[in-house]
């Protein structure tokens, strides 16, 4: 075992992790701790771009911009956070631009801007330009633009280091972050990182349903780390489903494609999204999207001999714009379904995307120990992070945005705190909870496999808490996850050995999934209204008088080991917006 | 758009919902376990839709937990899964069963010219050492930052807009002959990346990026066997960045 010492320990390299790393190297001594290659994070995988009203192709302001968010989040987004959010947009922008980022151009050399759902022009009008973006490959960019900027500021990394657990001590009567615990892949040794500040960037959990836009490797380390330890998590029932997923596959088709003027068509070829959205059509956001997606399949007028998914028709748009606007993702319809979408609509179906929820910050990145209360040293940024920006449903390109306005200004304040205050102490034993977890995976004899597990939970996520919920589906959900729960402690892995431990890695992170799906499905059943992402069948309307309030989990241990959630509220904050029917 | 009857991909989505058998043979190493190499076949039912990652999945989940690889957006944007598949480096998650002859057994191998650490899991600090030597990120000289973007003309963008798509993956290094057999040569990818600066015209360091390139393990060092740009799973024109540096270093333009 070995013990390091850093001012400020980042956990992920992925956007928001790096964009603070960048921040944060230059105040401090700072670590990064990642499980994969900086640039192998998933942040490389988005497509369609970052909003900022930079006005720079039309009119546009930051305003309009916070009223559209507060609006896509179906009011549960806190406005404060918003404001800042989209104010703070443009400057996230042009550094980006001033790292290097190569953004498309317009015919006067600034960064282009093309539409995208949900973004309008006064508060609703009609659809605005409001997105930078390069090409399809807006993650992309982002991605290698920070991981270059790290490199010229000399970031220090500790590249396939698995964060496992976070270290609390109490000090005065007060819960402070301590470090972190980190299982290194290539040797099997496990590292203690002592830490004045500690960043959580590890992104989303999306790998706990099957047909997921989401990277195998997310699988809500993060979340999962801090929830074991007390912390809440908020907003967990709201998850994003994209509208376009490519047919049982779930690799992305952005949203972009619809921005460049792709539509959606049922099995008779109708653009069926008139009838749901009659101003933003297929540009309306992503849960009314998927909703009516679904309606469509159920009402028999989907495609194919199963009518299970619907088409994405790119056929009249020019070839030459499909080659410079959307060259990746006609790319994957081309390998991974061998179709042609110059001449071939591309079959799609949602995909579970985005987690709305998680850990529970401030708009400095603080962490939450309960509705107001801060956790000294503790910071949390981008998907594994809920502040929350995002509220009910989040718009595209505001996730882009979210890690570098957040990532920014976590990197800022941990580097800043830490110069404040000494190291806190380490808990007794510091390893212990990692070296048992480890030691009962290694010499397990159970006859559970992870795979099997993972299989059974992503397919009852799939099928009871997707696009469409009812107690019924939750129930069952909540039920099948409490007897995976119980199966999982028969879970043995065939690899004993130290080196590259990938099956001892797949099994940790499987247990991660099992205790956010929970908190999810349990968050969910509480929630008897429908709202952004979490629609309710038996709950179809926004509920205001009783559920206009986050929802807080809280991870319980009873005197004899037992382990519950209990559940708690959360007022939203609201400043500008009063909550209004949401119509697109 | 067509009346969408059954179209091409339903229609061989209907017909080939059946599965498959491949024999997948796997260049085994684990130096916990043994210091040599072996051959493993594993025997997989699998749709020939199916990705060379979701068969090594089917591996790892269903028969043996210690094969390793790395992977992780499974749809060839990270570039974890660089392997040597038929002979060839591909990404494993963008090369279809069907489009490798399943009929005769598919051979997984490591790429070459880096350490194996575990069955497909090389040591790539070397690969990414190379990567930073070439001052990897814009360098500007400007004292006063602009307050709003820097311009750039839309060609002036496209000039560099190949070399922006690489992903590290490192098939591009790892085919290459020169650096099978001297591993101090930058290797492609560092050319790529170098390239991507050069040619932008926002940057200013050309100069000296092309200093380092000039070095005897250098861009002159390439001999154009295309194996590069065969590799490259971005379809990145990796020897005619090449080249383009090497006649930047000669005319001094760029
Ligand atoms: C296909 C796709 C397309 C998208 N397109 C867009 C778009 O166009 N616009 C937009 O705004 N948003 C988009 N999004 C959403 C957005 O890309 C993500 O929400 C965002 O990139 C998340 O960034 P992050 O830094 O929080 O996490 P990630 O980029 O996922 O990084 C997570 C990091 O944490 C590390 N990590 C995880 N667990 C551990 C652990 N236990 N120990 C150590 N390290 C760990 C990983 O190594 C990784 O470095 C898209 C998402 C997807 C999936
Ligand atoms: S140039 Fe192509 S093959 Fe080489 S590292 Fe980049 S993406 Fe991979
Ligand atoms: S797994 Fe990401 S490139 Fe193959």
Redesign the interface.
């Known amino acids: 075992m070995k013990i390091h010492k850093y001012d400020t320990v980042i956990v992920g390299a992925g956007g928001a992790g790096m964009r603070a790393a960048i921040e944060s190297t230059k105040r401090s001594r700072t670590a990064v701790l990642t499980k994969l290659y900086p640039t192998r994070s998933h942040t490389g995988a988005a497509q369609g771009g970052m909003a900022a009203a930079l006005a720079n192709v039309e009119e546009d302001n930051w305003e309009w911009h916070t009223f559209d968010t507060v609006k896509g989040g179906d009011y549960l987004v806190d406005q404060d956070a918003a404001e800042i959010l989209a104010k703070e947009a443009i400057d996230a922008v042009l550094d980006l631009e001033k790292m290097g980022l190569p953004f498309n151009r317009t015919p006067n050399g600034t960064i282009d801007q093309r539409r995208f759902g949900g973004h309008s022009r006064n508060h609703g009008e009609a659809p605005v330009r409001r997105s930078c973006y390069a090409a399809d490959r807006t993650g992309h960019m982002i991605l290698q633009t920070l991981y270059q900027n790290c490199v010229k500021e000399g970031v220090e990394f500790f590249n396939e280091f698995y964060v496992l657990d976070q270290l609390i001590t109490e000090e005065d009567g007060v819960k402070k972050s301590a470090g972190v615990v980190a299982y290194e892949l290539a040797t099997g040794e496990i590292h203690i990182f002592q830490a004045k500040a500690v960043i959580y960037a590890s992104g989303g959990t999306g790998k706990f349903f099957k047909v997921t836009s989401n990277a195998h490797t997310l699988t809500g380390d993060g979340q999962a780390a801090v929830y074991r330890r007390g912390l809440p998590l908020e907003d967990m029932e709201f998850f994003q489903f994209h509208p376009t997923g490519i047919w049982r596959m779930g690799i992305l088709l952005t949203e972009g494609a619809r921005g460049e003027g792709g539509i959606l068509r049922n099995k008779d070829g109708e653009r069926f999204m008139e009838k749901y959205a009659p101003v933003m059509k297929d540009l309306a956001s992503r849960d009314v999207v998927s909703r009516s997606i679904y309606t469509e399949i159920r009402e028999g007028r989907g495609c194919g001999p199963e009518g299970d998914h619907v088409y994405l028709d790119l056929t009249h748009l020019p070839p030459e714009q499909l080659d410079a606007k959307l060259p990746d993702i006609t790319e994957f319809a081309r390998t991974y379904l061998g179709i042609e979408p110059y001449t071939d609509p591309i079959p799609i179906q949602p995909t579970a995307h985005y987690a709305m929820g998680g850990i529970p910050t401030n708009v400095e990145g603080e962490v939450l120990s309960d509705n107001t209360t801060v956790v000294p040293g503790l910071y949390a940024a981008g998907e594994v992070a809920c502040v929350s920006v995002h509220g009910a449903n989040r718009l595209g390109t505001n996730s882009l945005l979210d890690i570098n306005v957040f990532g920014r200004r976590a990197g800022i304040a941990a580097a800043e705190y830490a110069h404040t205050v000494g190291f806190v102490e380490l808990p007794e034993n510091p390893a212990e909870f990692v070296v048992s977890q480890i030691e009962r995976l290694r010499t397990s004899t159970g006859n559970e496999r992870v795979g099997t597990l993972r299989r059974e939970l992503q397919e009852t996520m799939d099928a009871n808490v997707m696009v469409f919920r009812t107690e019924q589906t939750i129930k069952t959900a909540v039920e099948k996850i409490a007897e995976l729960r119980e199966r999982y402690k028969n879970v043995s892995i065939q690899d004993k050995g130290r080196r590259f431990n990938t099956d001892l890695l797949e099994a940790i992170e499987l247990g991660n999934l099992l205790d956010l799906a929970e908190v999810m499905a349990v968050s969910a059943l509480a929630r008897k209204e429908s709202r952004g992402g979490h629609y309710r069948e038996d709950y179809p309307n926004r509920d205001d008088v009783n559920f206009m309030r986050h929802t807080m989990a809280y991870r319980e241990v009873g005197d004899d080991g037992a382990e519950s959630i209990r559940l708690d509220y959360k007022p939203v904050v609201q400043t500008r917006y009063q909550p209004m029917e949401r119509k697109y | 758009?067509?009346?969408?009857v059954?179209?091409?991909?339903?229609a061989?989505?209907?017909a080939s919902d059946h599965l498959i058998t491949v024999t997948f043979r796997v260049r085994r190493f684990?130096?916990?376990?043994s210091a040599d190499a072996v051959w493993e076949d594993f025997q997989l039912e699998i749709d020939p839709k199916e990705r060379v990652l979701d068969g090594l999945h089917k591996i790892?989940?269903?028969v043996?937990?210690?094969l390793?690889?790395?992977?992780?957006?499974?749809?060839?944007?990270?570039?974890?899964d660089a392997m040597r598949i038929n002979g060839k480096n591909r990404l494993a998650c963008?090369t279809?069963i069907k489009d490798i002859n399943p009929e005769k057994p598919i051979t997984v191998e490591p790429i070459k010219g880096l350490t194996v650490?575990?069955?497909l899991?090389v040591d790539?600090e070397p690969f990414?050492q190379a990567y930073?030597d070439v001052m990897?990120?814009?360098i500007t000289k400007e004292t006063n930052?602009?307050t709003?973007?820097?311009?750039?003309?839309?060609e002036d963008?496209e000039r560099?807009?190949d070399t922006?798509?690489?992903?590290?993956c490192a098939a591009c290094t790892s085919s290459c002959p020169v650096f099978w057999n001297d591993g101090q040569y930058f290797g492609p990818a560092a050319i790529v990346n170098a390239h991507r600066?050069i040619f932008?015209s926002?940057?200013e360091a050309a100069e000296q990026r092309l200093e380092i390139l000039n070095d005897r393990d250098g861009v002159w060092r390439c001999r154009t066997t295309f194996n590069c740009t065969d590799a490259c799973p971005r379809g990145i024109e990796v020897t005619k960045a090449i080249q383009e540096v090497k006649r930047a270093l000669i005319t001094r333009r760029f």
């Open positions: 758009m067509a009346t969408p059954l179209d091409k991909v339903e061989e989505a209907a684990n130096p916990e376990v790892k989940w269903d043996d937990g210690t390793t690889f790395r992977r992780s957006c499974a749809h060839g944007i990270c570039g974890s963008k279809l650490l575990k069955d899991v790539m990414f930073r990897p990120f814009l930052e602009p709003r973007e820097r311009l750039q003309s839309a963008r560099f807009d922006t798509k690489c992903i590290l600066f932008d926002r940057d």
